[in-house]
């Protein structure tokens, strides 16, 4: 008997297990389950020899091995039709067209806030979710076009006429049916370009296009920005396109001011250094930190405070942060010496805090040179 309470498991394909155990908690959080591999070739055995194959497939682009993660996608979904949402760093234009290529669940950057990471699991789950509805009979996919909460849209290619809209479009536009019916697809989405610049958003949807990020006018005049998924339907003897449409606005907002705030970390004149109380490993270095040292960021996630200060042994410096913990102090500041990776030394004056942040406590570290 199944139980009742089922967990989606999403497999996390990266190379650094420290950060895929750092992924693996976040969605343990949020009711996940997961499993890690290491590689493209495990991630391929896992999804297609599995008994229970992963719910969705976290894939970083570059892998170490003979295939890469864009690779691996392929192969498994010439077999299987799993949601595969790419984790990359690098965000060029010829990575988004391999990608493209290959999944229509998109992609996360590394790095991202949790709850923008959540929120881009989230979507690919509703997003393959809505992409089984649409293999169901014409009877089952008219219902759930119908009732369906996210905003939907039905055109003819051809001459770009709106042939049917949901409630949740109708609501969404702030139109009603009879008056989306008599409209075309540039009437309602505007003759706004793709997000990128790349076309008019209306003719790169009446082709396909997975997903078609844009601005759009609401009847009231506000303006929000949408990702639009469209697939061409088979439907009364035509083929239409069906558009899926995500109102993204917060999202889009949270990740400008995430990425607001990450450009103020690293482009502080000062050292920042936040790390784990139990390990006491460092979770981020900025920029000028990272160059004054002559570390990479990688070696530093590797590294303690300990590593930095040679006044200090393991068992002295977790003595030092003891009234931290215990909250008897707020913050401490205090002088010290710092080894560059080349040997030499410099004075600086710390500044260091305990901050708690949705239930985890780290430490967050501002230095004065």
Same mark, same amino acid.
């Given at each position: 008997?199944?139980?009742?309470?089922?967990? #989606?498991? $999403?497999?996390?394909?990266?190379?650094?297990?420290?950060?895929?155990?750092? /992924?693996?908690?976040?969605? %343990?959080?949020?009711?996940?389950?997961?499993?890690? $591999? /290491?590689?493209?070739?495990?991630? &391929?055995?896992?999804?297609?020899?599995?008994?229970?194959? !992963?719910?969705?497939?976290?894939?970083?682009?570059?892998?170490? +091995?003979?295939?890469?993660?864009?690779?691996?996608?392929?192969?498994?979904?010439?077999? #299987?039709?799993? !949601?595969?949402?790419?984790?990359?760093?690098?965000?060029?234009?010829?990575?988004?067209?391999?990608?493209?290529? $290959?999944?229509?669940?998109?992609?996360?950057?590394?790095?991202?806030?949790?709850? $923008?990471?959540?929120?881009?699991?989230?979507?690919?789950?509703?997003?393959?979710?809505?992409?089984?509805?649409?293999?169901?009979?014409?009877?089952?996919?008219?219902?759930?076009?119908?009732?369906?909460?996210?905003?939907?849209?039905?055109?003819?290619?051809?001459?770009?006429?709106?042939?049917?809209?949901? #409630?949740? =479009?109708?609501?969404?536009?702030?139109?009603?049916?009879?008056?989306?019916?008599?409209?075309?697809?540039? =009437?309602?989405? +505007?003759?706004?370009?793709?997000?990128?610049? +790349?076309?008019?958003?209306?003719?790169?949807?009446?082709?396909?296009?997975?997903?078609?990020?844009?601005?759009?006018?609401?009847?009231?005049?506000?303006?929000?920005?949408?990702?639009?998924?469209?697939? !061409?339907?088979?439907?009364?003897?035509? %083929?239409?396109?069906?558009?899926?449409?995500?109102?993204?606005?917060?999202?889009?907002?949270?990740?400008?001011?995430?990425?607001?705030?990450?450009?103020?970390?690293?482009?502080?004149?000062?050292?920042?250094?936040?790390?784990? !109380?139990? %390990?006491?490993?460092?979770?981020? &270095?900025?920029?000028?930190?990272?160059?004054?040292?002559?570390? /990479?960021?990688?070696?530093?996630?590797?590294?303690?405070?300990?590593?930095?200060?040679?006044?200090? %042994?393991?068992?002295?410096?977790?003595?030092?942060?003891?009234?931290?913990?215990?909250?008897?102090?707020?913050?401490?500041?205090?002088?010290?010496?710092?080894?560059? #990776?080349?040997?030499?030394?410099?004075?600086?004056?710390?500044?260091?805090?305990?901050?708690?942040?949705?239930?985890?406590?780290?430490?967050?570290?501002?230095?004065?040179?």
């Amino acid at each position: 008997m199944m139980n009742a309470f089922y967990l #989606k498991k $999403v497999l996390i394909v990266e190379d650094s297990r420290l950060n895929a155990q750092i /992924t693996a908690d976040i969605l %343990t959080r949020h009711g996940y389950e997961t499993e890690i $591999v /290491t590689s493209g070739e495990e991630a &391929v055995e896992k999804a297609l020899n599995n008994i229970k194959s !992963p719910d969705l497939i976290l894939m970083d682009i570059e892998l170490k +091995g003979a295939i890469d993660g864009i690779d691996a996608a392929r192969i498994i979904q010439q077999h #299987k039709d799993i !949601p595969i949402l790419f984790l990359t760093a690098n965000a060029s234009k010829e990575i988004m067209e391999k990608i493209k290529s $290959v999944s229509a669940y998109g992609y996360v950057l590394k790095g991202v806030d949790e709850y $923008v990471l959540i929120s881009q699991i989230e979507m690919a789950f509703k997003l393959y979710e809505a992409k089984m509805q649409l293999k169901k009979r014409e009877e089952l996919f008219r219902n759930m076009f119908e009732n369906h909460d996210i905003a939907m849209i039905l055109i003819d290619p051809q001459a770009g006429r709106i042939i049917d809209a949901n #409630k949740a =479009a109708c609501n969404f536009y702030g139109y009603s049916r009879e008056t989306m019916l008599q409209m075309d697809i540039e =009437a309602v989405i +505007g003759v706004s370009t793709t997000i990128d610049g +790349g076309q008019k958003c209306s003719e790169a949807l009446k082709k396909g296009c997975n997903p078609c990020i844009c601005f759009q006018r609401l009847a009231n005049g506000e303006e929000k920005l949408v990702e639009i998924y469209s697939s !061409p339907v088979d439907y009364q003897g035509k %083929t239409l396109m069906h558009l899926i449409v995500f109102d993204i606005t917060e999202q889009w907002k949270a990740k400008r001011e995430l990425e607001f705030y990450k450009n103020l970390f690293e482009d502080s004149l000062n050292e920042i250094y936040i790390f784990y !109380p139990q %390990t006491l490993k460092f979770i981020a &270095v900025n920029r000028g930190a990272r160059e004054n040292l002559g570390y /990479t960021g990688e070696e530093l996630k590797e590294m303690t405070p300990v590593d930095l200060k040679p006044e200090f %042994t393991l068992q002295s410096f977790k003595e030092l942060l003891e009234s931290l913990l215990k909250g008897e102090q707020k913050q401490l500041i205090f002088d010290a010496m710092h080894r560059r #990776k080349d040997g030499s030394l410099y004075p600086v004056e710390i500044h260091l805090e305990l901050v708690e942040f949705d239930k985890e406590k780290v430490f967050v570290a501002l230095v004065l040179i």
